[in-house]
């Protein structure tokens, strides 16, 4: 793992999760972020080595070496937040109490295969992004 870069772990088969992490990349100026598909081996290391309940978090989770892991709305706000500009705006929603904002992010959670679709394997990243994908 490369020192300084913060991990996100996503569902691989989740179109929606599929396109957060190509909008987060497009928005990753200072190349802050590395990936992982829950599914991977690292994605499985990873969560195991957390204990993480992969059967209550299933979507996103942040992963900050040495410091500490987010998830659900806390991770999806903190990852926003390194964009830097207006992003840092998303601040306010911290405001917000976890527990609501959480409600609505497992709605949509629980959804997203619904609402998006699946795909059958995990995405595979092309030839100019393998480099922010681990294992």
Do not use: H
């Not at 190509?22 to 195991?48: E, N, P």
């Amino acid at each position: 793992m490369e020192e300084g870069k913060k991990i996100i772990l996503f569902d691989g088969v989740c179109n929606l999760c599929n396109g957060a992490i190509q909008f987060i990349i497009k928005r990753d100026k200072k190349d802050s972020f590395r990936y992982a598909a829950l599914q991977s081996d690292t994605g499985l290391r990873l969560v195991s080595e957390r204990g993480i309940d992969t059967t209550k978090v299933d979507s996103f989770i942040l992963i900050e070496p040495g410091v500490a892991y987010f998830v659900k709305s806390d991770a999806a706000l903190r990852i926003g937040q390194q964009f830097g500009g207006l992003w840092k705006a998303l601040t306010i929603f911290t405001w917000i109490p976890r527990t609501f904002r959480n409600a609505i992010y497992d709605l949509v959670a629980k959804n997203r295969y619904k609402w998006f679709g699946r795909k059958d394997s995990c995405m595979i990243p092309t030839p100019e992004l393998q480099a922010k994908f681990l294992g």
